[in-house]
């Protein structure tokens, strides 16, 4: 798997945390990696905000795997669920949210 914290010479960390809260169910992946930059994280939450076609011709060769999650959920789920992504603490969060079925 490649990820961000590859880049790390000490390996860095990845968290994964799953919850159930409220009929719902949340997943958490954090990871101490270089993260984005604003402006890549905030094209990153445009794109999850547009329809496929949209993002297919903003963003040719680019990878689609987080709009593709988002989209899966949403399309399976309803509008209410989905991904959000954080920056904290020199650290990125990637939380997914659907229902307790």
Known sequence: VSHGISKREDGGIVE???RRENGMLFFE???NGPGFGK???AEIEQSLSHSFSENRE???GKSFGLYNIARRLKLH???NYGLEINRMDNKTQVRLRFPDV
């Open 16 to 18: 994964i945390i799953g």
């Open 29 to 31: 992946v954090i990871d």
């Open 39 to 41: 402006e890549r994280l």
């Open 58 to 60: 903003l963003h040719k």
């Open 77 to 79: 789920y309803g509008e």
